[in-house]
């Protein structure tokens, strides 16, 4: 009988590899081709990772903090508040040799990859089957809205996210619904979706404390109560290397996000015609086809409440969506910046594929299907899969590009920002970058001149002085952590004031009269370095808990091994 679990949990394991392979080569078809699909951000995270990958090549280190070649070398502080930790595997496969384009070829492969394995799981340990796991692997990974993520609007955070999500509600069904949870699986999970990107930890948080407030009995306890406050403090101490410097930079000054938002909710709800044409929605035929499945399975007595319960949980969802739900009351508050009420889908996707397959499992159990028609309806959740991706393929993908090895070395290829969520509020670009004086050096004193200096490599900035001048504006943004030194002809240097000019958001110098060689770079700042001394210390206890949980499982698996031949 072990041979036999043995045996059938290998084949298992067989079909999930090989499918989750051709799932992930299908979905890569838009980019098999020499030019890469352009969509919305695409831009933008290619300069992320080529800003990454330049900081790492010239010595500046890890994390980049400061993007120094962007907005045509003014810098910019995106690295602080957008994590790029996840950003890594496209950044080795650049040191490999990869172009830029074949790097994120290569990490959107590695996303695929990633979210049917994390999907998979969660299907199947939720709806204890393997074949839940697959049907929920295929329509989550090819769905619509995921595929429109990557090709369509290219949100390579949210996508990140993504591959996360399964993994919150498996995490969740953990904390509530099982005796022997995964210790530590909470804190991981939640870790890396606020690491990759911001917004979806906010929901995802929002969507756990429902879930915990709705089985509150089940967790109102010593046990659970003190285990998921070590979960919270687990998190918060592996990523205090972020949030930490992004809350001494708001504590310093103002920024694009905060006072000039790019979106408004009440400006980006969904339609009714939106949603059923399943632009940036779920597919409107897998509603259809999962609402024809349960009607089936009620008519014939069979209550599956976890796909009634996926069900009406996806159609909530879509219709929160809309003018239903009063998004101009969540305008002022700090939740506008959620920006797109239909990032809701990233849920509704998981609800909709979790729940057709845990229906036809359901229905299989109870005689409705044969084997043979499972294979068949799972052979046409694949044909649904493809039919969403010839829809992005053929129709929503605009342009291609193709992004050179020197591409972030173009100044004029360095613009390309997004909204502009991270300049301080002060800047104004039509005024610097956009300008007739971009690159200049304003001098004030009993005269006012202009300069230019020098852009090096590592991301510093130098210019000479030669008379007397009472402070400088130089042509980099300001964040907190840049510092300067004035060196005279003898060599000896000396730390200038450095500050925030209130008119254009750019690095004000202090000089009082001093000449000589100017240098500007940005250093980091103490809580910065604190910080990631707090998160790896926060990992050390991490690793060193999962040592102490493995032993702790491997011995007490041995004494019940013994205790059978006793």
């Known amino acids: 009988m072990i041979n036999d679990l043995m045996e059938k949990s290998r084949r298992e394991r067989m079909e999930w590899l090989v499918i989750m392979l051709i799932v992930s080569l299908l979905c890569m078809i838009p980019c098999m081709g020499k030019l890469l699909p352009q969509g919305d951000d695409m831009t933008f995270h290619i300069l992320r990772i080529e800003s990454v990958y330049h900081a790492i090549k010239t010595g500046q280190g890890f994390p980049a903090y400061i993007y120094d070649k962007l907005l045509e070398g003014y810098g910019y502080g995106a690295g602080i508040f957008y994590p790029d930790i996840l950003l890594l595997p496209a950044i080795l496969l650049r040191f490999m040799g990869l172009s830029p384009a074949g790097a994120m070829k290569g990490y959107i492969f590695l996303l695929l990859l990633l979210t049917c394995y994390t999907s998979y799981r969660a299907g199947k340990v939720i709806g204890k089957s393997h074949f839940v796991g697959l049907v929920t692997m295929v329509l989550y990974t090819m769905g619509h809205y995921h595929l429109e993520d990557i090709y369509r609007r290219s949100a390579m955070g949210e996508v990140v996210a993504m591959a996360f999500i399964p993994l919150v509600f498996l ?41 915990v407030l709705i089985r509150i009995r089940k967790v109102w306890d010593k046990k659970h109560i003190l285990g998921v406050l070590a979960e919270i403090l687990g998190c918060v101490l592996l990523t205090a290397f972020y949030w930490i410097p992004v809350l001494e930079q708001f504590a310093d000054g103002t920024f694009y996000v905060s006072t000039n938002p790019a979106f408004e909710t009440q400006d980006e709800m969904m339609t009714m015609l939106g949603i059923v044409s399943g632009r940036l929605s779920v597919s409107f035929a897998e509603l259809g086809i999962f609402l024809l499945l349960v009607m089936l399975g009620l008519r014939s007595q069979i209550k599956n409440k976890k796909a009634i319960l996926c069900l009406c949980l996806a159609v909530g969802l879509l219709l929160i969506e809309t003018r239903l739900f009063p998004w101009k009351l969540i305008d002022k508050t700090p939740l506008i910046s959620l920006q797109f009420p239909w990032r809701m889908n990233m849920f509704t996707e998981f609800f909709v594929a ?6 036809l499992y359901a229905l299989y159990k109870h005689r409705l299907l044969s084997e043979k028609n499972c294979k068949l309806c799972f052979v046409l959740c694949v044909l649904i899969g493809v039919f969403n991706l010839s829809v992005v393929w053929q129709v929503e993908i605009l342009r291609h590009m193709d992004y050179s090895y020197d591409y972030i070395e173009t100044p004029a290829n360095t613009n390309e920002i997004g909204f502009c969520e991270w300049l301080p509020s002060e800047a104004d670009r039509g005024q610097t970058v956009f300008s007739d004086n971009s690159g200049t050096i304003w001098l004030y004193g009993e005269n006012e001149k202009t300069e230019t200096g020098e852009y090096h490599p590592d991301g510093s900035y130098s210019f000479d002085i030669n008379s007397t001048y009472d402070s400088c504006i130089v042509p980099k943004y300001y964040y907190k952590g840049y510092e300067a030194t004035v060196a005279d002809p003898t060599g000896s240097q000396e730390l200038l004031p450095v500050s925030k000019d209130p008119d254009t958001g750019l690095i004000r110098l202090e000089l009082n009269g001093k000449t000589g060689t100017v240098h500007v770079w940005y250093e980091k700042t103490a809580m910065q370095m604190v910080s990631k001394w707090i998160s790896m210390i926060g990992l050390l206890l991490f690793i060193a808990f999962g040592v102490i949980q493995f032993l702790t499982k491997h011995k007490s698996g041995r004494e019940n091994t013994d205790t059978q031949y006793i």
């Open 171 to 211: 995490a969740l069904y953990d904390y509530t619904e099982r005796e022997e949870r995964r210790k530590g699986l909470l804190c991981l999970v939640f870790s890396g979706l606020l690491l990759c990107h911001t917004i979806s930890f906010v929901l995802c948080v929002g969507i756990a404390v429902v879930w």
């Open 354 to 359: 979790f729940g057709i397959g845990n229906q």
